[in-house]
């Protein structure tokens, strides 16, 4: 923001702004586009490309292809040009023309291609010409999600605005932080927050006001009106003017007469630039999926991985537990890339380096769906799904961190046999997602259950892990609400025992499934699993004997990719190995190997009972070195999960 001026000087500034501000306001008013106008494909539009003509007092701004060409502030176009920005996408030659004119705006576009400055522009241009200064408040709130997005959209703030005089902030986080924002929040012009936040401010804030509120604004405006945060933004629509500019924005945008009234939208310009695309996501993306059996998704993710060193890629799983065990456990198998995690439970801060970091490096980042929306991270050339979105939606936003403004990417899905429904429902017509099924070669698939069972043995604190990412992974399937999707009655109980195994778990997890009661609710299931922890330390998976008689093994089609014989005798497609195409060794090795010294006590060996769910003569057992040994049906030995001391806890991803 700019700084502060002698008196003389700032005087004559006044003045030139005050008859800027005044051609502007004529200008926009004379050459407003008409409500519900598009404007025409660059290639047609009057002067596409050159500079706006000087004759005419007020040139026409609605068909414009340049920043220059608009009409806004002199200090807005300097920083836009400054940044590098000139050229105007789609969705930005279609939404600024109206939102000058003060208009509402329901604006929808893919990922990637530029709603961020669709909505940052007309807010400086907005309170520049409002004359707002920091004595003034509040006059602009901007929702986001996600503390990050927030963060995010607030650096395109401070470069969009780096030149006129307003005060913003970011106001996001973890309790502790409301105390210091109290001070300030009354202050800033520009707020950029979470709705969580904004009403903590409402409710603990003495004399917090936004009585004089000119601009709303919600990215990511599906999400923020759906029923996560519905109290929260009723709350705040309580709270602000009715009469005021409001900007909604989003690749999936709600078109629910009653969410948007719920924030009294007036005469909304409707404005989805890719309505007609003959694909829903980025034309650069290609989009593959792999129908990958539950007990082999970490064997594909690995082989994935070690097959595309060289590339920044994204790897989404479902819940917490998943991505903080899958990133330990990858870690210490040491593929060759650098690993980092991010999810909800960090500290935003630590969220802000880790995002931050990624944006600079070539490596892996291990995420929830904390990252699938509206996180701008430079090239990334893959995304990985490992677990299967929850939504059409859901994949969009996933998708969308690859393939941003014109760029290449690439991304993969695994969906076990008993999720392809959502395959149906991608390949659907009215999805409009180009996506291609992919087999790999049974050659590249690395087996990596033993190592990972070996690892866990050597860092006992990583069973309890492993149990909890199986647990919470099945109650994440478990509480969706696409039922035709997520159905754990397709699972046997030999798969989940499977699957526990592929997770290097010696015994399979136990959770107490009441398969019964139909709609077990979400506070149920989180009473019911808190109890169940609390009552031992090993859930056990029981599978409802009802459930498992009606249980049929997979048959059909993927015997073909899966036979449940041992994956050499597998009929693999020879095609199209271009998902798994084999890459040389990545360059950048300095993954410095794990010093671990055990100073411990020795560790206590403690017998298990046997788990009834796996297979006489199936259970893998270990020597003392952790190494597998045949297996035998008798007794397994755990290890007792005492804690192995780390020689430098800064070995450790900041989410452990
Ligand atoms: N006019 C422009 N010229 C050049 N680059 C641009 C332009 N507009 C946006 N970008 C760049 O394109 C990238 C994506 O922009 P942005 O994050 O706003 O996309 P988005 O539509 O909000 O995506 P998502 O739907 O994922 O939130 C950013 O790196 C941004 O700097």
Known sequence: MRRPQRRGAAKKTRLQEADEIRLLDEWIEAAKPLSGTKPPP?????????????????????????????????????????????????????????????????????????????????????????????????????????????????????????????????????????EM???????????????????????????????????????????????????????????????????????TQTKSVKDLARVSLRDPEYISVHEEARTATPDTLEQYAMIVPLEQKLNMLWSFIKRHLNSKTIVFLSSVKQVKFVFEIFKKLRPGVPLKCMHGRMRHVVQQAIVADFNESTSVLFSTDLTSRGLDIKNVDWVVQVDCP???????????????????????????????????????????????????????????SQNIASVLVKFPNLQQLGRRAFVTYLKSVYLQK???????????????????????????????????????????????????????????????????????????DDDILYPKKPIADANMDDELDDVLRPKEPATDTNIEPEKIIELGKPLRKKKLKINVHRPVGTRVKYDDEGNAIPPLASVAEEVASEPVVHKDKSLFCPCF
């Open 42 to 178: 660059p290639s047609k539009s009057a002067g596409a490309g050159k500079a706006p003509p000087a004759a005419r007092k007020h040139p026409e701004y609605s068909a414009c292809t340049l920043f220059d060409e608009l009409p806004l502030s002199q200090m807005t176009k300097d920083a836009l040009r400054k940044n590098g920005f000139t050229e105007m996408s789609e969705i930005q030659r279609a939404a600024l023309p109206h939102a000058l004119c003060r208009r509402d705006i329901l604006g929808a576009a893919k990922t990637g291609s530029g709603k961020t400055l669709a909505f940052v522009i007309p807010v400086i241009e907005k309170l520049y010409r409002e004359r707002w200064g920091p004595e003034d408040g509040v006059g602009c709130i901007i929702l986001s999600p996600t503390n990050d997005l927030a963060g995010q959209i607030f650096e395109v703030i401070k470069k969009v605005g780096e030149f006129h005089n307003f005060s913003g902030g970011v106001i996001v986080g973890r309790r502790k932080g409301i």
């Open 390 to 448: 929850e939504s059409i939606d859901n994949y969009i936003h996933r998708v969308g961190r690859t393939a941003r403004y014109n760029k290449k990417g690439k991304s993969l899905m695994f969906l076990c046999p008993e999720e392809e429904a959502m395959l149906e429902k991608l390949k659907a017509t009215e999805s409009k997602i180009p996506i291609h099924i992919r087999k790999p070669k049974a050659e590249q698939l690395e087996q990596i």
């Open 482 to 556: 696409d039922k035709k999707v997520f159905d754990l009655s397709k699972f046997s109980a030999e798969q989940f025992a499977a699957y526990a195994a592929s997770l290097g778990l010696p015994v399979t997890p136990t959770i107490r499934f009441i398969s019964h009661k139909k709609n077990v609710s979400k506070k149920d299931m989180v009473d019911l699993d808190k109890k169940q922890m609390k009552s031992s330390s090993k859930p056990e998976f029981i599978i409802n004997p009802q459930v498992n008689s009606d249980l049929t093994m997979g048959d059909g």
């Open 181 to 251: 924002e109290k001070e300030h929040v009354n202050s800033l012009n520009i707020l950029v927050c979470t709705p969580g936040r904004l009403v903590q401010h409402f409710n603990e804030t003495a004399n917090f006001d936004c009585s004089q509120l000119q601009i709303l604004v919600l990215d990511e405006a599906d999400q923020i009106l759906d029923h996560g945060f519905k109290s929260q933004v009723d709350a705040i629509i309580s709270q602000i003017p009715k009469v005021r500019q409001t900007l909604l924005f989003s690749a």
